[in-house]
């Protein structure tokens, strides 16, 4: 067993690999499902573990409609609209853009923290992050060559999804880790929710009938690992480095997901992609102030849990 100390790198390193291979794994189970019927199996299989795991620790569920309505809306941010966008807009670019795009992740969650969770004054390093960041976007898009063979709208998604897992981080912090609930309490509670909220969705999309092993295997494995073990060590994750650390997986999932394109799935990818990919996370540690001389010695306090 994994000491308290050490429980933490482990839950970080688990949910980077986990969330890093989500982007190959829809890719090989788009030949089976639909995006509503992947989302689904996802939270769905995600909800199962989830809870067992709870029931067999003792952990209570949620209670109180405040907090089912705020693991509602994580549930949104995190699972729902990533779920489908990133699966639509798989079928239109690679899974490696996908994650090299989902690296940006952290200056999302900057922007939000600046923007709409402020608690003190902006910094001169948060904007000058924030523009570097927004230099590695072009690079990485290759505008200047009208994106290349990538849809445009395929690529607006997934940047709605970066954005929209730039404000679950915080949101999180601000409206669900002062409850104090367990990490498995709030992961179940999200994947519950993000269950009954692709439901409809999937019942009026039709559920699929004629699905391989192969496709079945790689839900299962959305389901039991990025879709309900990562969610679960991510909250462990924030309550014990605060959400700015914890939203740093996205580096190294972006790093997985090149990693698995290229040597799974086969893929390609451009000079831009990866140099604009180093430009955002250079922006990204200039932003948080880890980097001279913007440097500030510690995390800021409105970003610890």
Known sequence: MASPRSRPLLTYVGT??????????????????????????RSLLGAVVLVLMALYRGESMPSGWTTWGHLWVVS?????????????????????????LAGMIPLSTLLF???????????????????????????????????????WWAVLLLLITVFSYGLVFPYIKHHLSPLAL???????????MATLTVLPLALFSGLPHHASLTG???????GVFPGGLAFMWNFETVAAWGSATASTVEYVCAVVAVAEGLLWLHESIQWNQPVGGAI?????????????????????RDLKV
């Open 182 to 192: 367990h990490p498995l309490t709030l992961a179940s509670g999200q994947q519950i």
């Open 280 to 300: 955002v996370i250079i922006g990204a540690l200039i932003g948080w102030g880890q980097l001279p001389p913007f440097s500030r010695g510690s995390t800021p």
């Open 113 to 151: 923290l600046v923007a709409v969770f402020r608690e003190e004054p902006v910094h001169r390093h948060q904007v000058v992050g924030l523009v570097i960041g927004f230099v590695g976007l072009v690079v990485i898009t290759g505008v200047w060559r009208g994106l290349g063979h990538n849809t």
């Open 16 to 41: 980077c690999i986990a969330w890093g291979s989500v982007f190959a794994l829809v890719a090989e189970a788009e030949a089976s499902f639909n995006p509503t019927d992947i989302v689904l199996g």
């Open 216 to 222: 079945w295997t790689m839900v299962v494995l959305l």
């Open 76 to 100: 949104l941010l995190a699972s729902v609209i990533p779920g489908l966008f990133v699966a639509i807009a798989e079928v239109h670019v690679s899974s490696a853009l996908a994650g090299i």
